[in-house]
């Protein structure tokens, strides 16, 4: 099935350190999503955006819908040990499915 | 707890075995997703129900698998004779519909499928 571009692939950060990542998708999309998955559970959500260029935040997370619709990025700002898991973006266009992106793994080093 | 669950968490099955899995959604919402997500990937969509009624199938959704939300509450995924490709986690979130505000979907612990 599709799946969304992400990259890093991994990431290895010390404690205190800001982490960026992106989502590429070649079609556009009208709500982009970012969960956070630890292992053996369940996507949790973290921030959910609606408008191309919006920028929202929930704590030390911030997201940004792209201009373009067709990519989204998230920042983590002084990263602590429990941001340690895998973070998925996911799109939905006009349809209750979401498209899921291949992940990008945080460590985050004492 | 009022988020969404699902059992069992584990099941190890031989191949060519029935399994089914439950999912009870937040009690609320009014759809019901089933995903499934293969070691290294992000979750892909399979079906999602409206109440009762089942709207969209992925091409994911063989005819072995099957899943039902009869009342409209509870839901569960069968998969007939199994195979070793069937191994994965089987994800099930559930979101409240338009018009009863954030219809964002939330996730259940999932059940880990082994087919040996």
């Known amino acids: 099935g599709q799946q969304l571009n992400q990259s890093p692939q991994s990431m290895f950060i010390q404690e205190g350190e800001d982490v960026s990542m992106n989502c590429t998708s070649s079609?556009?999309?009208?709500?982009w999503l970012w969960y956070k998955q630890d292992p053996g559970e369940g996507p949790v959500l973290l921030i959910a955006?609606?408008?191309?260029?919006e920028l929202t935040s929930n704590g030390r997370l911030t997201a940004q819908f792209g201009i373009t619709r067709k990519d989204s990025f998230l920042n983590i700002s002084a990263s602590i040990p429990s941001d340690v898991g895998i973070y998925f973006c996911?799109?939905?266009?006009?349809?209750?499915?979401?498209?899921f992106g291949t992940g990008t793994r945080l460590q985050v080093f004492p | 707890d009022t988020g969404v669950s699902q059992n069992p968490r584990h099941k190890i099955t031989k191949r060519g075995q029935n399994v089914t899995f439950r999912c009870d959604p937040i009690s609320e919402h009014n759809r019901l997703y089933w995903y499934r997500q293969t070691l290294g990937q992000g979750p892909e969509f399979l079906t999602y129900f409206q109440n009762e009624a089942q709207l969209e199938k992925s091409r994911l959704l063989s005819d072995r698998f099957s899943a039902e939300r009869p009342k409209g509450s509870f839901s569960t995924l069968e998969i007939q004779r199994t195979e070793q490709g069937d191994s994965a986690m089987y994800l099930c979130a559930s979101s409240a519909g338009p018009g009863q505000g954030s219809y964002e979907q939330y996730f259940g612990p999932g059940t880990r499928l082994t087919v040996t």
């Open positions: 996911a799109g939905r266009y006009n349809t209750d499915k979401l498209i």
């Open positions: 079609s556009i999309f009208n709500t």
């Open positions: 955006l609606y408008k191309a260029g």
